[in-house]
């Protein structure tokens, strides 16, 4: 009898993100996040709905040749608050850091309420405030609760 | 530069001080030139005939002067210009700004782009302060509003005024009542902001019940729009309607509001009783504005 294989191989990256941690079937929402919607030339690998040590099941995405910006992590971390940004140089893990949504989201998230001025044509970035009770708009005073991922812009 | 937007934003302390001026200012106490040489811009994005009269007339008692931008047909936003264009401009040409406006959040915007202050008089289904202020005022007038049961009857789902109310009730130690249409109750997430903000939510199903354990009945209209069919409107309007008859079980004191029109909420045999109060409120208007605009340019 044969061993199974430890772990199915996907090759290391030599620089790049690997994002992990991410909750598992999050991760096409991380990519859309990057822009990431269709064919790219980056190489880039999805793992969804893998084994954690922490939490059950995760997902993981790894992208060779690219470093986040702090609005693609603000984002992520909205959708993902537990996940980890580690970045590889030369094969190895060069830094590790935990995300945190900020306080105030300017532009990052579309208010749910159609009847919003932040939802015209007007020269304006959305602008919400975490708090408890989900994503608070500062303009028209709803309250985005559910779907955030599928409310960020 | 103080901008008068949500009720919210007031404190206790700023409540007060603005009634107190308005009752001033309602028995005679003011200077009739106290806002000479200043200008109003009124840009009004939605017809709203009273509103705009009562502060045009609240300017005019101070001894200012008002522009407006003409029908919303005849302006530059026909021709597609921002708001926060437009704000940016009139302020420009103005000493304060008035601003009606179908979206909600619009008077927030309008402070990121003028230049002098902006006050808020009805942004969609959003917040109108100077409305909230009125019927705190019609209240005093009335009796403390500390230790009073209010009564809120009609559509407290959409209906922005009580929910405005409400809020600036919580500033106060009074016990809220709500009596509502099915489908068309205080949204939960608000009742739980009131309670979490100190104040009792009791909400009623039975209108005599409710009718006659109040100090102050806020009446606020069911809309038509509302309903899939006439039928169904008529049903539910003539169930939540305040008559004659149901206010002869209620406490001597209690008084009636309305921010009208009303439409078919409040029997007109009822005008005529110590109990209503909508008309007196209407009036409010006057000195609760001149209040406000004093505040903002004086
Ligand atoms: N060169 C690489 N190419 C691709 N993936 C890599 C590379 N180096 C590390 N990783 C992946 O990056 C993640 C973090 O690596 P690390 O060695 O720090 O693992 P860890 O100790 O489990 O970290 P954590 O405590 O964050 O879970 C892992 O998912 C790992 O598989
Ligand atoms: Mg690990
Ligand atoms: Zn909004």
């Known amino acids: 009898m044969s061993e199974p294989p430890k772990s199915l191989q996907i090759s290391p990256i030599r620089n790049g993100t690997v994002i992990d941690h991410i909750p598992a079937g999050e991760a096409f929402n991380v990519l859309r996040i990057l822009g990431i919607t269709r064919a790219t030339k980056e190489t880039l690998s999805i793992a969804t709905n893998v084994a954690s040590a922490k939490a059950g099941r995760k997902d993981i995405v790894k992208i060779e040749n690219r470093e986040l910006k702090k609005e693609e992590v603000d984002r992520i971390a909205l959708i993902a608050p537990q996940a980890t940004i580690n970045i590889i140089r030369n094969y190895l893990v060069f830094d590790k850091k935990g995300v945190q949504i900020p306080k105030l989201l300017h532009g990052v998230v579309k208010c749910p309420n159609p009847g919003c001025i932040s939802n015209t044509n007007e020269p304006i970035q959305s602008r919400f405030e975490v708090t408890k009770k989900g994503l608070h708009c500062l303009y028209c005073d709803w309250y985005l609760t559910e779907d955030i991922a599928g409310h960020i812009i | ?298």
Request: charged share 25%.
């Open chain 2, 1 to 298: 530069m103080r901008h008068i937007i949500s009720i919210k934003e007031f404190e206790k302390e700023d409540i007060d001080a603005l009634l107190d001026r308005a009752r001033a200012i309602d028995a005679g106490n003011y200077d009739r030139h106290a806002l000479e040489d200043r200008i109003l811009g009124v840009l009004f994005f939605e017809p709203s005939t009273r509103t705009r009269m009562s502060f045009e007339a609240a300017m005019a008692r101070l001894g200012g002067k008002s522009i407006d931008m003409g029908g919303v047909e005849t302006s530059s936003v026909v021709k597609g210009e921002t708001l926060a264009d437009t704000v940016r401009v009139v302020s420009g040409y103005a000493d304060a700004i008035v601003l009606r406006h179908p979206k909600e959040g619009a008077a927030r915007l309008a402070t990121e782009f003028s230049s002098v202050p902006v006050i808020n008089a009805g942004d969609g289904a959003g917040q109108h302060p100077s409305q909230t202020l009125i019927d705190l005022y019609t209240i005093r007038q009335a009796m403390p509003i500390d230790g009073t049961d209010v009564g809120l009857l009609g559509d407290l789902r959409y209906g922005r005024t009580a929910h405005s109310l409400a809020y600036a009730l919580t500033n106060y130690d009074v016990t809220i009542h709500t009596l509502a249409p099915e489908s068309l109750e205080m949204p939960p997430n608000v009742i739980e902001d009131l309670r979490e903000r100190g104040v009792e939510v009791v909400e009623h199903t039975d209108i005599a019940e409710f009718a006659h354990n109040l100090d102050v009945m806020y009446v606020t209209r069911i809309q038509r729009e509302r309903f899939p069919d006439m039928a169904s409107y008529y049903a539910v309007a003539s169930s939540y309607r305040v008559t004659p008859e149901l206010l002869s079980g209620a406490r001597e004191r209690m008084i009636v509001l309305h921010p009208l029109p009303r439409v078919d909420e409040i029997d007109p045999r009822v005008d005529a009783l110590p109990h209503a109060r909508y008309f007196q409120q209407a009036r409010n208007g006057i000195p609760i504005r001149m209040a406000l605009l004093q505040e903002v340019m004086g």
